[in-house]
């Protein structure tokens, strides 16, 4: 009995483990292919070759060195004084500054509004998950 118990137990763990691995990136692939329109820039596989018509110089993140923390922090605020936009509506505010910039240190060099839309942070996490499984270092 005791030992069936433990076999269950281990089976329980096995299975959730392998569960974590087959991470499901789906909404995340949502995001950057349809809502927010990252594959406008950044091409659909990510590599850089975007529309002809977007402004061009987004890089191909399969060559990404950012971690996961810094990636979240790029598309939440963009890159100052470049195309990449910020994807969080409250970047630069005073109660959200972005590397440690608000409204009046970052001035003109402001990343542009995204032309497709802002993002949750929630959106923005699954789509650095699925740039994660699916491109980063591939
Ligand atoms: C209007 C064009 C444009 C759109 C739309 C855009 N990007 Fe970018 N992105 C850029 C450009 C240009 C850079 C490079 C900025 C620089 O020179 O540092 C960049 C940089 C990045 C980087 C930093 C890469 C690195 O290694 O430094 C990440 C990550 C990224 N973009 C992800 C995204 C994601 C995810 C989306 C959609 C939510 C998105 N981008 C939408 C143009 C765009």
Do not use: W
Not at 85 to 105: I, L, N
């Amino acid at each position: 009995m005791r030992a069936r118990l433990l076999a269950g137990c281990v089976f329980i763990a096995g299975m959730s483990a392998i569960g974590a691995q087959a991470q499901d990136t789906s909404f995340g692939q949502r995001v950057y292919q349809d809502k927010a329109d990252c594959k406008f820039c950044h091409g659909p596989e990510a590599d850089g070759r975007g529309d002809p018509r977007s402004p061009g110089a987004a890089p191909n993140l399969h060559k990404t060195i950012l971690d996961k923390a810094q990636a979240i922090e790029v598309i939440a605020c963009g890159r100052p004084g470049t195309e990449m936009p910020h994807f969080d509506k409250y970047a630069y505010d005073d109660d959200t500054p972005c590397y440690g910039m608000k409204e009046k240190d970052v001035g003109k060099d402001k990343p542009p509004d995204p032309h497709s839309t802002p993002l949750t942070k929630r959106e923005i996490e699954a789509v650095v998950d699925y740039l994660i499984a699916t491109f980063v270092g591939k």
